[in-house]
């Protein structure tokens, strides 16, 4: 998940008005693909890791810094994406606030029998998207 974290900031300047998300895929302990959400409007950071990881997706996990979408915006959602590749495992840092999301990713991959956990350095996740937390918490930029 550092990793996840580490790799998330390099959309800092380019995401808006989206999160910073950043996405590990790990397969037999080794690091099989990684991405970061790069821009609004194009690949979220778990389509950029599985494109990465190609076919070495499949049984493996994924490490999400936000609860992957589940809903069609500009982009299809992620997580037909990962259940699709065959991803067995997701852990999530922080649950999506956004209330198209707010755990409705995590209780579909659930129900696609997918093994979620969730928390997982969540504080430090969460600094890198105050603006975001706060605009879906409060209306407010």
Known sequence: MRRAI??????????????????????????VGEGWHEQSGKNHAEINALIMAGDKAKGGTAYITLEPCNYFGKTPPCC???????????????????????????????????????GILSKE?????????KRMKTGLP
């Open 6 to 31: 580490e790799i998330s900031k390099l959309g800092e300047f380019t995401t808006s008005p989206n999160p910073n998300v950043g996405c590990v895929i790990v397969n037999n302990n080794i690091i």
């Open 125 to 133: 996740s969460k600094q890198y998207n105050k603006g975001f937390f």
């Open 80 to 118: 037909n994406a990962l259940v699709k590749a065959g991803i067995h495992r997701v852990i999530v840092s922080n649950i999506d606030p956004n209330p198209k999301v707010s755990g409705n990713g995590v209780s579909y991959l659930r129900k696609c029998g997918i093994s979620v956990v969730t």
